[in-house]
């Protein structure tokens, strides 16, 4: 009996059409770099602030410019980097989407409350109203890191999850299939 590799396994799903048993994807937004460096410089500035100030105005003063600089900073710092890149994975059971370096912010769908999964071939910040974790009443929930396509999908209690990701039409199959899968159990039950 021979033993099949991961990559022989992977070429006899793609030839039976099987979807792989995960599916995983990212997106990449190299721009917010240099916002984070800008938060970065803010941080600096704080900090430069609090140990050299030659400020003869008073304190008052002094600790809201210290304070203000580094809470500026450290939301631009965070901010921008919880939402530099975006992982996506699809198995079996759940979409879950992470952000940034930590996964944080983090989002599991199950796709037994998925409906219908589209793809979209342009998701840009300015419809989303910016970059990041993004809600909108007309158009639901949507992780933005950067303009491009798009996976979409419609949930059970009429929601919509928008999250921007490299090769999202690939996803959009993947879960498709899924869903027929769960579809057919569910009508077999």
């Known amino acids: 009996?021979?033993?099949?590799?991961?990559?022989?396994?992977?070429?006899?799903?793609?030839?039976?059409?099987?979807?792989?048993?995960v599916w995983t994807g990212r997106a990449h937004n190299r721009a917010?770099?240099?916002?984070?460096a800008g938060g970065a410089a803010c941080v600096a500035l704080g900090i430069?602030?609090?140990?050299?100030?030659p400020w003869t105005s008073g304190l008052a003063p002094?600790?809201?410019?210290?304070?203000?600089?580094?809470?500026?900073?450290?939301?631009?710092?965070f901010g921008t980097l919880a939402f530099v890149h975006v992982a996506v994975r699809v198995d079996e059971e759940a979409l879950e989407v992470r952000c940034?370096?930590?996964?944080?912010?983090?989002r599991r769908i199950p796709l037994n409350d998925v409906v219908h999964a589209d793809f979209a071939p342009r998701v840009t910040p300015c419809q989303w109203?910016?970059?990041?974790?993004?809600?909108?009443p007309e158009k639901g929930t949507a992780v933005v890191v950067r303009r491009g396509e798009g996976l979409v999908l419609r949930l059970g209690d009429g929601?919509?999850?928008?999250?921007?990701v490299d090769?999202?039409?690939?996803?959009?199959?993947?879960?498709r299939h899924r869903l027929r899968g769960i579809a057919a159990g569910a009508s077999r039950a």
């Open 1 to 21: 009996m021979g033993h099949h590799g991961e990559g022989d396994e992977r070429d006899e799903r793609a030839a039976t059409g099987q979807p792989p048993e």
């Open 32 to 36: 917010q770099w240099v916002l984070a």
């Open 48 to 53: 430069d602030l609090a140990v050299d100030s």
């Open 62 to 77: 002094l600790l809201m410019s210290v304070i203000g600089c580094l809470a500026v900073g450290l939301l631009m710092l």
């Open 100 to 106: 940034g370096h930590i996964g944080l912010p983090r």
């Open 129 to 136: 109203g910016g970059w990041g974790y993004r809600w909108r």
């Open 159 to 164: 929601r919509i999850f928008t999250v921007t």
């Open 167 to 175: 090769d999202a039409e690939a996803a959009v199959r993947v879960i």
